[in-house]
């Protein structure tokens, strides 16, 4: 089967997208489009087609990467590749001329839907980067904080990279989408389980621990984790996630951007991590140290931020001789994505609204299309 991608920045949304792809068949293929036909049908890519390449193989559900996808899916290109279906999310996918870019393979029979993730809308991960304060966690009602998320989320969901559907706002006098709109994620046990490996490590294995916030999970991320990973023969990888209001302590601004649940979800997704340690000490002390029977402690080449009581949040594993810096060789931080993204937000704005009001055409005869259905089927009905 094969699940074809654009995204960007992959939360745990389309991380859990690419989970139900999986699960309904044995070998999952991913096509990942490349920045030319991105820009084409949505609008310039955050990141280059190589980084986004990058990050979908990282995700633990991906067997392949199809590099250069078409952005129309054929059943040529089914067959190319193997595929008995393809799988997408229950959400409307347009070509720039409005077509559907799945009806060949929907006439077909080859096309499988997944659901899309309650709780997780790209407006409000982009309404969050653009308000910049502490307060969005606790405060999404916030009137400053709706007018960001409805009049900047059109105007850079294209800039994300992400499906057609999230470029679109469905808050405001202009309609209203049964798929996209800002609310609150609720975290639940069976969604962890769904995520996590459920592995224990095994005897031989090196019990790697590393720690942070891990926001906006991004090929920075991924790099990191990946030279991580390979610092042993066979590693289990342990993440540290520090509370929201640790990573606000240390980050300031609106940091951060995902809350810890969210967090949660994003690093387990990733192939290169055996289990998240939600809420980490910020220390990492003794007591941790022990617990987990920790082998290494690894720290990227960013800042270590001093402790509360002003100590080094790495003094132990230091003093034990198991601390270790890695350079990934990718400086890229969330703050670069923010910034990307607040200083082009104007380039994009002419195009989306184009976009949108093209996709509420779609849904409007989506609607004429039923209510002609239902007329057809009552007046059938009464003879």
């Known amino acids: 089967m094969g699940e074809e991608f654009l995204y960007d920045m992959v939360h745990y949304g389309h991380s859990n997208q690419l989970r139900q792809a999986k699960a309904m068949g044995d070998y999952l293929i991913a096509g990942v489009h490349t920045d030319a036909e991105i820009s084409k049908h949505k609008g310039p890519p955050v990141f280059t087609q ?42 409307i996918t347009l070509t720039v001329d409005g077509k559907d870019t799945y009806e060949e393979v929907k006439c077909a029979g080859r096309y499988r839907e997944c659901k899309r993730t309650q709780g997780v809308s790209t407006t409000d991960v982009v309404g969050r980067m653009l308000l910049m304060t502490k307060a969005h966690h606790s405060n999404l009602d916030n009137p400053d904080y709706q007018q960001h998320a409805d009049n900047f989320g059109k105007v850079l969901l294209t800039f994300l990279g992400f499906s057609t559907v999230y470029s679109v706002v469905f808050k405001g006098p202009k309609g209203h989408s049964p798929w996209t709109g800002v609310s609150q994620f609720l975290q639940t046990s069976q969604k962890i389980i769904q995520f996590a490996s459920g592995k224990e490590p095994q005897p031989g294995d090196t019990i790697i621990y590393v720690a942070g916030a891990f926001d906006l999970f991004h090929i920075g991320h991924v790099d990191f ?38 967090r949660t979800l994003s690093v387990l997704a990733c192939r290169y991590v055996s289990e998240v340690v939600i809420g980490a000490p910020y220390a990492v002390g003794k007591d941790l140290l022990d617990h987990f029977k920790v082998d290494l402690v690894c720290h990227g080449k960013t800042e270590v931020f001093p402790d509360k009581d002003g100590s080094d949040p790495y003094a132990e594993p230091r003093k034990r001789g198991i601390f270790k810096t890695i350079d990934s060789g990718n400086n890229l931080t969330t703050d670069d994505i923010v910034q990307r993204i607040i200083e082009n937000r104007l380039q994009f704005e002419a195009r989306n609204q184009k976009k949108e009001a093209k996709e509420m055409a779609v849904i409007e005869a989506m609607k004429r299309r039923e209510q002609q259905d239902q007329s057809e089927a009552a007046a059938e009905a009464a003879h």
């Open 225 to 262: 984790l990946e030279m991580v990973y390979k610092q042993a023969e066979r590693p289990y990888v342990i993440v540290g996630l520090h509370f929201d209001q640790e990573v606000n302590r240390y980050k300031g601004k609106n940091y951060p951007i995902m809350n810890i649940h969210e």
């Open 50 to 91: 190589e980084e986004r390449y990058k990050m979908v193989r990282a995700i633990k559900w991906v067997d392949e990467i199809v590099e250069g996808a078409p952005y129309v899916t054929t059943l040529e290109t089914l067959d190319k590749y193997n595929c008995d279906f393809c799988v997408h999310g229950d959400d």
